[in-house]
């Protein structure tokens, strides 16, 4: 049907430029002109029937026929959500209209205090006029669905490119969540024995208002057969945490309800039922936010990477061989966190990573703070001690001095920490702590004391990073808050920790193209054997002859733990080979085995990408396949790996969520689990490209989807890629912006037509035409089209059986309907449209 008007489309195309070309030439050109009351030169227009033009919509400046309209609100570099907007007529000026911005719509714009007082009310006081302050303009554009309003940067509270004052955050929509990740695993052993496990952890959600309650569970599944015992089989679900929380944005802090872990820059971590209230550096300027902690290390097989923290997984992801960083953890995530690394061939990494912050400095002038009440809990849910309460705070005394501290303290229990933290400018940053523990056991008390130091210090003329993340020194009677509970729950002799500490160091070689690495962590106890973990990686990139770009690293690690090592180095070179596939060879050398493999990865156009590679190692010959793929609804990760006389093992993991609102439902995929993310929204226009930071996602077939490649407090972009859009399908604007509070689920509408497009001829009832300039608008107030010489009219957007209005004089004068077919044709090709009162 499409092609039935391929044709006309094109002289279409040229009469309305001619059209708007007309009307500029007029402009220009008028025998009067004012700034908001502009008259045309009609005479100059090529059209038969003079008598009968109507440019009154262009004759006013913004002018817009009253009535109520959905416009999306840009204030100078910043948007608003999508909102009803009323427009009347101007009392001043039957003949014009005025946008109606309400005192609620007006306190989201960002305004200084103080400058309220300077706008007037009008329309029985119900609606502000901003522009009463000197140099604020309001320009309502109908045809893109945007209200623009330019303010002098005087008159509003800071913003940068990046962020936006807490008035414009956008709590959302109410709508319920529920996000995924699951990894299925099938091996088969050249024994007879077969395992299956599936295990996975997600997020149940529902947002209301500023409000959000979770629920996170994890899950676990294994049979196994060819065993003595034959076939078994375990199966486990877990409730892990349930919780709401909000934003409290006047104080720039987070409240919390239910379950949740002490995330202290003080005192170990625990987990209870309670209450919290934490400043939130999320809130704040990205240059003035905290960093979220990375988990490091090397896999010897493809694998699956398990991050958890008292026995909550909080991430989990299958990785291909060789070495790994997990940079998107969440920037709440504090304390000790438990790696485990399970590889294809039955062995497992575990080893601990210390998420201790870089010294605790605060702005000049700033307080941040943390408070907590509640009772401990173990991961089953139930009380597992007294109630406690807890607070700590860090303040800015001057511009190089931070002073901090806080407590913990339950009915036999208290512990109290000071500390100073020093900029050094040049010479980096400085903070040193002391914390003392009293604790009452039931046939002694103790008491001592620990010390920490913690150091940081970025070079840039050097290019080295070096971040000596904590040095502490227990005494032996010094029980922390989580000594303490194991102690009381168990009776038992608890790892009495003595030495800690952390240090990383990262260095350029920018001249000879060369990148090092070196993390270091030490933990020794009073009780327990010491525990190590090294690790080394450098990395080059050069050229040779015509090959560009060639990549090589190399990364050797230890860990010592319960007296034994395991070390390791793995070595990788990589050569670019084609368009977007590189070929490279990695060698994985350790105490149990040494293995070569050479490898193909590529990434395809369609944002796939794929790994295959062949080797052998002492135990025979091998080969493995990684294959990632990035859908609209979930991300897609499937491996297989075969050892020769041992194993085949495959993999599959798939990532994602679905989000409900009022406006509709979509499945997509999940970034962080609860996280926030975006509905856009495209009206009946299905099949959209629409990006964020991420891969494009598509619209489903009800015109919805799902972005979840969003940050919190920050001004995110999302767009349509214009270049990629259906034939059927205009959009008038292409970009959107979101700043969205912590968990929301925000809701953005593009202005999409979508539908055939068409020549028409619209003719009144009594055989004339409507005047040459009247407007054609769809149901959603969206103009389609406008009326040129005769009738002659393009339009976009048909649907069959849809009602267009067409207006003139600035209301509605008549109606057309498309036929059901689209075949009413007149004799020279075009669509004849009858316009009925």
Known sequence: MANTYTKSISGAKLAKLSFLAICIYSYCHSSAMAADDIQFNTDVLDVKDKANIDLSQFSKRG???????????????????????????????????KVCLTPETVKKLGFKEGMEQKFTLWHQNQCVDITALKGVEVHPDLSAGVLTISVPQAYVEYTDDNWVPSSMWDDGVPGLLADYNLNAQAHQSERGSNENTLSGNGTFGANLGPWRARADWQTNYEDQSGDEEGNSGQKKWTWSRIYLYRALTSIKAKLTLGEDYLNSDLFDSFRFAGASVVSDDNMLPPNLRGYAPEVTGVAKTNAKVTISQQGRVIYETQVAAGPFAIQDLNNAVSGTLDVRV????????????????????????????????????????????????SGEFSWGISNGWSLYGGMVASGKYVSLAAGLG???????????????????????????????VSYSKRFDDTGSQVTFAGYRFSEKDYMSFNDYLAYTSSHDDFMQSKEMYTMTFSQDFKSLGVSAYLNYSHQTYWNNPAEDRYSLSVSRYFDIGKWKNISSSLTAYRNKFNGENDDGMYVSLSIPWGDSGSLSYNGSMNADSNSHNLAYYDHLKNGDNYRISAGGSEDGGSMSGYYDHSADVADITANVDYQQNQYTSEGLSLRGGMTATTHGAALHRSNSMGGTRVMVDTGDAADIPVQGYGDTSRTNMFGKTVVTDVGNYSKNSLSIDINDLPDNAEASASVVQATLTEGAIGYRKFNVVAGLKAMAIIRLADGTFPPFGASVQNADKQEVGIVNDEGQTYLSGLKPGAKLNVSWDGEVQCAVTVPEKLTGLSQNGNLLLPCQH
């Not at 201790?356 to 000049?364: D, G, Q, S, V």
């Not at 703070?369 to 401990?376: H, Q, S």
């Not at 010479?427 to 004391?449: I, N, Y």
């Open 422 to 452: 020093r900029d050094l400018m040049a010479l980096g940053a400085l903070a040193f702590d002391v914390t003392r523990s009293d604790a009452k056991l039931e046939d002694e008390h103790r008491s001592g004391q620990s010390y920490r």
């Open 63 to 97: 002018y817009i026929m009253p009535g109520n309209y959905t416009f999306k609100i840009k204030i100078n570099q910043n948007e608003l959500e999508e909102q009803d907007v009323s427009v009347y007529a101007a009392e001043n000026d039957s003949k014009d209209s």
């Open 342 to 389: 399970q590889e294809q061939d039955g062995s497992e990494q575990n080893y601990k990573v210390s998420t201790a912050n870089i010294p605790y400095l605060t702005r000049p002038g700033s307080v941040r703070y943390k408070l907590f009440a509640g009772k401990p809990t173990s991961y089953d849910h139930k009380a597992d001690g007294e109630t406690f309460g």
